[in-house]
């Protein structure tokens, strides 16, 4: 599997040399479990309390890209030390099929919060429609007036600060034209791609130009004027650039390549990535299909160290059956009362130590909202002069921007009660285990960690003392499987199989046999 590597180092503490440790370790545990890094992204000196980390959001942007299926850090904490923050970036990364590794936590600080992040994901639409409304109610505004939202500015366009309006851009609006006429024409992307490269040319940010970013270019309707935004659609809202017929002839080119067999291949998905592991070598177990002799296509998890023969021995586990023990063990575990009463205890108390924006901004709501009581009493008593009136106008205008950012806040960082927790834990005991989606949403919510060995499966859940082992046996009885089932059987194997068989049958015949 494809991963990158983010390293950060925060303070004056730190130096470069931690930044270089934490590739070395992160580029060790790659290898050790069978990962490719095929790129690195760096923060120097910032923090993990704050978005604004330039090389973690263009990390952020890439996952869209399908180029790697593995965030690996060093520790969790380099990715975020806040929980909302991680859960929110999580979330964008998972929907984007990529997962964040610790290369140094199997087990990770703090288990529970795993637990919580995956609750903030469940919950986040549902508990912030009402305060995105609020909150968007300006952007909308904005949008209908054409104005730009942020985001990105595309090639082509510059942003007229004064209006904040997208205008042609003179320099680069060419090369727009020029990517969609060669495209249109036959050309590939990779050949246009290559072509720009090699005579210069760069992206606004400076880099290089790449097919993912032209994709994308080549798809964005902004480029017959049309302006976007959530449910507000202005056609000519937007200066135009590319004209109509030839857009629509390359998004025809793109619809035809799109459809092309070599494109229709289905991605299995594999449960336990990242979170299965040899019982022998402690590597991490990968994803791996083979066909059999009669064309059927196996799926299964094979140990890093054994596929790369580094001493390790533990044969192949075939993905449905291991993928199944967990979800049925893991359902038959966590859902204990007990356990989920502890674990919601545990959780609502994180979330008061964790959230300290919140609390701040409402006193100082409070402390507003009670000197503007004070003013309006002196008022009532006969005291009103320029400076008063003045001092309420402030006062006024400073309580809407502090409900504004209590509410910002609360969007970001929702408080979630008893009550709505007890309701999220319940929709696991009424799940459907064959529901692809549910294996999904379970594992990833209360599995950690699953080491195989030869006898017996350790499995880690995310909760204090959350560890089960299992036996074989028991697995068997429970399951009618075969923990030592292996992958497909080799092609000496099958000649051999079939070369045994055609000996039985010809020894057994009555009837002459012609080979």
């Known amino acids: 599997m494809n991963a990158v590597i983010y390293a950060r180092y925060s303070s004056d503490s730190q130096r470069e040399e931690s930044i270089e440790g934490q590739l070395r370790e992160c580029r060790e545990y790659a290898e050790r479990n069978g990962m490719i890094v095929v790129g690195t992204y760096i923060d120097r000196a910032l923090s993990a309390k704050t978005a604004d ?27 975020s030390r806040d929980r909302y923050d991680s859960a929110h970036y999580k979330h964008i990364l998972k929907k984007n099929g990529v997962k964040v590794v610790s290369a140094k936590e199997h087990i990770s600080e703090g288990p529970e919060g795993i637990i919580l992040e995956a609750m903030l994901e469940g919950y986040a639409e549902f508990y912030s429609a009402e305060l995105s409304e609020k909150i968007h109610r300006g952007q909308k505004e904005n949008a209908l007036k054409g104005k730009n939202n942020g985001g990105g500015i595309p090639l082509g366009y510059l942003l007229d600060k004064k209006e904040q309006k997208l205008v042609v851009d003179p320099v680069t609006s060419p090369l727009v034209i020029e990517v969609f006429e060669r495209y249109a024409s036959g050309e590939t992307v990779r050949s246009i791609v290559e072509d720009f490269n090699t005579r210069g040319l760069r992206t606004r940010k400076g880099h290089a130009f790449n097919i993912n970013s032209f994709g994308s270019l080549l798809k964005n309707r902004k480029y017959i004027g049309e302006y976007r935004y959530q449910d507000v659609v202005i056609a000519g809202g937007v200066p135009a650039i590319v004209p109509e017929n030839l857009f629509y002839r390359v998004q025809e080119r793109m619809e035809k390549n799109r459809h092309a067999p070599a494109m229709s291949k289905v991605k299995e998905d594999y449960l336990l990535t990242t979170k299965l592991f040899c019982g022998k070598c402690e ?65 609502l108390v994180m979330q008061e130590q964790e959230d300290t924006t919140t609390p701040a901004l409402r006193s100082q709501l409070a402390e507003t909202e009670s000197a503007i009581s004070n003013l309006l009493k002196a008022i009532e008593q006969g005291i009103f002069t320029p400076s008063t009136k003045q001092r309420l106008e402030e006062l006024e205008a ?70 089960q082992t299992i036996s074989l046996e028991e697995t068997e009885s429970a399951l009618s499987s075969d923990l030592r089932c292996g992958s497909p059987p080799s092609r000496r194997k099958l000649r051999l199989l079939a070369t045994a068989f055609f000996k039985l049958l010809r020894a057994h015949s009555t009837a002459p046999f012609c080979g």
């Open 398 to 467: 400073q309580k809407e921007e502090i409900l504004v950012n209590v509410q910002t806040a609360e969007l970001q960082k929702p408080k979630l009660t008893r009550e709505q927790m007890t309701a999220w834990f319940e929709q696991f005991r009424h799940g459907d285990p064959k529901n692809r989606d549910f294996q999904k949403r379970l594992i990833d919510t209360f599995v950690n960690s699953v080491y195989v060995f030869d006898d017996k499966l350790v499995l880690t859940y995310n909760y204090q003392h959350g560890t």
């Open 53 to 79: 980390r330039p090389e973690f959001q263009h990390m952020i942007k890439d996952s869209a890209k399908e180029l790697f299926e593995v965030v690996l850090v060093w520790k969790l904490d380099r990715f």
């Open 283 to 347: 590597r991490m177990m990968v994803g791996e299909s083979g066909k059999s002799h009669t064309g059927v296509m196996h799926y299964y998890y094979k140990c890093g160290g054994a596929k790369r023969r580094q001493g390790c021995d533990k044969k192949a586990v075939r993905k449905d059956w291991i993928e199944r023990v967990v979800v049925r063990l893991t359902m038959q575990r966590v859902m204990d009362e007990e356990k989920i009463n502890r674990l919601i205890d545990a959780i």
